[in-house]
């Protein structure tokens, strides 16, 4: 091997070495992802009550602190201003499990009168989630999930 491609050999393993480190470095400042997003409703039935479950899997490099979430119409004014991580901020909090590593499960159910049923629009909706992570990144996906109310 002559000497220009062993020094050549050399400077492309240091520098895939610092490039790793690098990687490395900074794939911890991830932002918090989500997985395994579903919504389901249950539209409520004579004297049965229905009901919104939505469940998800949350993971961030530094943890996650919590999991915001709101279902939303379609036919909403959200749909043509946005949702933004300010009106997710009140919205109600999923319960969330350790699921291994830096990963939670998460899960929020409410129940669904007739009552409920009847005042709500109906048609598409959207749940829209906030995952907060320990460090403080955030991502808002506002289409997590979708459903329909009938």
């Known amino acids: 091997m002559s000497r220009r491609t062993a020094v050549a050999l050399a400077a492309g393993v240091v520098a895939l070495g610092g490039a790793s480190a690098f990687a490395f470095a900074h794939g911890g400042d991830q932002s918090p992802a ?12 004579g004297d049965r009550a229905g009901s ?5 899997d949350a993971t961030a490099s530094s943890g996650v602190k919590k999991v915001n979430v709101l279902p939303w119409p379609k036919s909403s004014s959200f749909a043509k201003m946005g949702l933004t ?15 291994g590593g830096h990963t939670v499960h998460c899960t929020f159910s409410v129940k669904v009168t ?13 749940m829209a989630v906030l995952v ?3 460090d403080g990144t955030t991502t808002l996906d506002t289409k997590a999930a979708d459903f ?3």
């Open 34 to 45: 989500l997985a395994h997003t579903t919504a389901r409703y249950t539209a409520p039935d």
């Open 52 to 56: 919104l479950t939505f469940a998800t």
């Open 85 to 99: 991580a300010k009106d997710m901020a009140d919205a109600d909090q999923a319960v969330c499990k350790p699921a």
């Open 132 to 134: 907060t992570a320990k």
């Open 148 to 150: 329909s109310v009938r």
């Open 114 to 126: 007739a009552a409920d049923a009847a005042s709500s629009p109906h048609g598409a909706w959207h």
